[in-house]
């Protein structure tokens, strides 16, 4: 995983990202759809307010059908006291419509939590960001719920919208813990068919690509690429500082992404089985009704082609010495009913328990 440093202290500084929410899905039935929603694009400024805050907020109105999120970072991270020339910077770009974002990172959930939501609710109090970007998110199983209580505080404070950066692929037992996961942070562009392999019957809205020092991808590249991930961000920049300044081609950039050709993809419902410490079951027998009729049974994991705005109850069993304990959402009832208006990922946790056989 790369990134770059702030010039404040040697912390890894990964900015930025660009918004295609499309919905993407694996599943093995006659597939439904969904209309996607339109392309945008989140900007890594790290620079102090200037001409590239100006510089974006016009491509911003040039543009104003694009979705903009920008990642901010004063101080690697908030600092202890407001900026004046951040605070307006960062009014103006809100003011453009212009989603803002702070910088914060987390030593791969080595920092203490408590600093972390203090540096969150530094940017809340001093700067009335809608939004957090983790940093140095580790991509290995067991800091799930360390990530999960950082998206919890943050939307507690009232912010909308958390992205965390591994820079690689995370397991999936990560996805929904902040809303967005970078899984590739490199130079020159990922394959298109290597990305779309990663994460069969997720939302896309869930991943971002990053890729620097590259020139500007083509329009066809950014339609299929955002297929399979929510956000991208591309620039010329280059090592060790890639994300120091706007991508030379930022106006061609998001003219292309607002071209992107808006494609149905299909719907999915898909339901997982973990254990307790998130580690992959399979073969546990699930049912799936709709106004009581079952649609499809199996066993996990298990994906159904779903209709968009339908109402699913999903029913997990026990067997032997699994026992279900929750579903990821909290609830102890075998029984999840949802109701689809994207793809859908259900996981069922399991604990050992007395053999029910």
């Given amino acids: 995983m790369l990134g770059f440093l702030p010039p ?35 900007v890594p400024l790290y620079s102090y307010p200037g001409s590239a805050w100006t510089a974006l907020i016009q ?29 307006a910077g960062i009014q103006q770009l809100q003011a453009a419509g212009i989603t803002v974002v702070g910088y914060v990172y987390t030593s791969y959930a080595s920092r203490p939590i408590a600093s972390v939501e203090a540096d969150i609710y530094s940017y809340s109090k001093l700067y009335h960001v809608k939004g957090v970007f983790l940093d140095q998110v580790p991509n290995v ?27 690689t692929s995370v397991p999936t037992t990560y996805i929904g813990t902040l809303d967005t996961m970078i899984i590739y942070e490199r130079p020159s562009l990922p394959s298109i068919t290597s990305i779309a392999a990663r994460y069969p019957g997720y939302s896309v809205s869930n991943f971002a690509i990053v890729a620097y020092d590259t020139p500007l991808p083509s329009q066809a ?38 071209d992107a050709v808006p494609t149905s993809v299909p719907l999915s419902l898909s339901v997982d089985s973990v254990s307790l410490t998130s580690e992959a079951i399979s073969g546990l027998w699930t049912t799936i009704q709709s106004n009581g009729v079952p649609v499809l049974t199996g066993y996990t994991p298990l994906a159904l082609a779903a209709t968009p705005g339908a109402t699913y109850t999903v029913c997990v069993a026990n067997y032997q010495n699994y026992v279900f304990a929750h579903w990821s959402s909290g609830s102890t009832n075998p029984c999840a009913t949802v109701t689809t208006a994207q793809s859908t990922v259900l996981t069922a946790y399991y604990q050992t328990g007395p053999s029910n056989q």
């Fill in 8 to 42: 404040s202290r040697p912390l890894r500084v990964l900015p930025l990202l660009l918004l295609v929410v499309l919905s993407a899905s694996l599943a093995p039935h006659a597939a439904a759809t969904t209309t996607v929603a339109p392309t945008g694009i989140i």
């Fill in 59 to 87: 491509t911003k109105q040039s543009e104003p059908s694009v979705p903009f999120v920008a990642v901010v970072n004063p101080d690697s991270g908030p600092g202890s006291v407001a900026d004046p020339n951040y605070a």
């Fill in 141 to 167: 199983k067991g800091y799930e719920a360390y990530y999960s209580a950082l998206n919890s505080y943050a939307k507690s404070l009232g912010m909308t919208y958390t992205v965390g950066n591994p820079g």
């Fill in 221 to 258: 590249y950014i339609s299929g690429i955002s297929e399979y991930a929510g956000y991208l961000y591309f620039t010329d920049g280059t090592w060790p500082a890639p994300y120091a300044s706007l991508p030379s081609y930022l106006t061609g950039e998001v003219t292309e992404i607002k």
